[in-house]
């Protein structure tokens, strides 16, 4: 999109050159006209930029002037009409202008204010231009502002109703027929001495206590595998500690029946193997569970605590 206004900008200002050249020359005198405009569009090509050729032209355009006005009274001859082209440049001599009509606005200024014009007019093309630029518009920036307190709502005055305070209601007493039964009462006999004896109600069986076992868990026991020695050398290196709990099935040698499971893990699957191990290396040194004083075969849970030694 840039490169076609470019493109546009710099065809309109090569045709406002040739036009304004070609307008310069027609109002020279009849014998310069063809002339003045062949070397004019000869010293055009000469120009690098499409700015420097309006400059040229609008140099042209004061020449032309100059030349209408000083030609009647011009010295040199209209048959030299190439020596006019020089009047554009800052080293002309050959025509010599006398008889200078100093009216309220000069030529001199005259081309100054048209110059001016022209760059003033060039300098609004370029600022609409860039006016069409689309921009990215930058987000303000988010602001914090305080919000005000809601103010809280009175509380709603109580609701006048009737004064209960000298009523009196007056509920009349039920009445409720209750009808007579006849009832045996088995009087029991005399209390007995024992506290602790229990009185058989008659026509039902004697009732005997219930014995209570006394369970003691088992465990670990003597020999078991220290715990040291299935510490892992890696975990050692990583300071990686942990408790595991595990479960272990032994009959009442204190042997191991199945395999031990983990019930609770550390959190590191290494110290879990590990408890593992140490579980089935401690058969034959487990403690069993005991009933009334007799080992029995049993399930239980210990726990594993691999800690370093600081």
């Known amino acids: ?53 309006l400059r040229f032209a609008v140099g042209c355009c004061w020449a032309s002037l100059v030349i209408v006005n000083e030609y009647p009274r011009s010295r040199v001859p209209a048959a030299s009409p190439v020596t006019a082209a020089s009047a554009v440049g800052p080293a002309s001599g050959f025509f010599t202008l006398t008889d200078r009509n100093f009216r309220y606005f000069s030529l001199r200024s005259a081309t100054l204010f048209l110059i001016a014009g022209l760059h003033a007019a060039l300098f609004y093309g370029l600022i609409t231009t860039l006016a069409h630029t689309p921009s990215i518009a930058v987000p303000p920036r988010l602001q914090n502002q305080p919000v005000a307190p809601v103010p809280r709502t009175k509380d709603l005055p109580p609701v006048a109703g009737p004064d209960l305070k000298d009523w009196i209601i007056h509920v009349p007493k039920p009445v409720i027929d209750v009808p007579k039964m006849d009832m ?57 500690e942990g408790i595991s709990t595990v479960e272990v099935c032994v009959d009442r040698r204190g042997r191991l029946t199945t395999e031990p499971t983990t019930l609770k893990g550390s959190g590191i699957e290494r110290l879990d193997e590990a408890a593992l191990k140490l579980a089935r290396a401690g058969s034959g040194h487990y403690r069993a569970t005991t009933e009334d004083g007799q080992p029995v075969n ?11 030694r600081k």
């Open 184 to 240: 045996d009462v088995d009087v029991p006999g005399e209390p007995s001495d024992k506290p602790n004896e229990v009185i058989p109600e008659p026509g039902l069986p004697p009732v005997t206590q219930s014995h209570l076992v006394q369970r003691l868990a088992g465990g670990p026991g003597a020999g078991f595998p220290e715990t040291a020695d299935f510490y892992p050398s890696h975990s050692i290196r990583l300071a990686e």
């Open 1 to 53: 999109m840039s490169q076609r206004n470019e493109r546009s900008k710099h065809t309109a200002l090569n045709s406002a050159t040739h036009w304004l050249i070609h307008h310069a020359a027609h109002r020279a005198p009849e014998t310069l006209s063809s002339r003045l405009e062949e070397e004019w569009l000869a010293d055009l090509e000469s120009r690098s930029t499409a700015l420097s050729g």
């Open 298 to 308: 049993s399930c239980y849970a210990f726990a594993v605590r691999f800690q370093l």
